[in-house]
């Protein structure tokens, strides 16, 4: 799968970014979505060909992979990688949306960087909203589809056509562990980035509305 999409589209939201805005950009690009390109898509990359069940009844293993692992860890991963990233589209179709009603004004707007205000402080607002949403939506989802953050090393599987309860045995279940906790604690550090932004804006934001109000009444 190329990723470049997702390279050029947090690169071109960036720019429209907060200082903690620009952090959460480098976390997912350094820490999420390389670690997923070079290290975690190879190690599930066979995870289907080495679970391993101790009987050879036809469609027994088939039935108990896809009982255990209904979403593959990696695609589902993938999915939300770029459901996150998605929202930044929001902002980025807001200033081209703006950028065209003023065109004939020959003036770029927003020209600085980091300063969002009005209309564009809403679109960006709520991307991060968005963002956030996502973020805890696919680790709730995670959790109830995989019983919890872990990967056992043995399951037991009773689903039919197993004549019996089967032992099925998960391969390089510690190396998945260290991954799917490092992947977990990114996520939630992105949620405490997001948080943290929108907190800001909403802060800043209030304080400039106050200042108007109490220069306008001094006046």
Known sequence: MSWGFLRDLLSGANKYSTGIGRIWVAVVFVFRLLVYIVAAENIWKYERDEFECNIKQPGCKNVCFDHFFPVSHIRLWALQLIMVSAPSLLVIFHVAYQENREKHQNQKLYRSPGKIDGGLL??????????????????????????????????????????????????????????????VATSCLCIALNLSELSYLIFKYSIKCYLKRYIKKRQ
């Open 122 to 183: 809403c679109t960006y607002l709520i991307s991060l909203i968005l963002k956030v949403g996502f973020e805890i939506v696919f680790l709730v989802l995670f959790y109830i589809l995989y019983d919890g953050f872990k990967v056992p090393r043995l399951v037991k599987c009773d689903v039919r056509p197993c004549p019996n309860t089967v032992d099925c045995y998960i391969s390089k279940p510690t190396e998945k562990m260290i991954f799917l906790s490092f992947l």
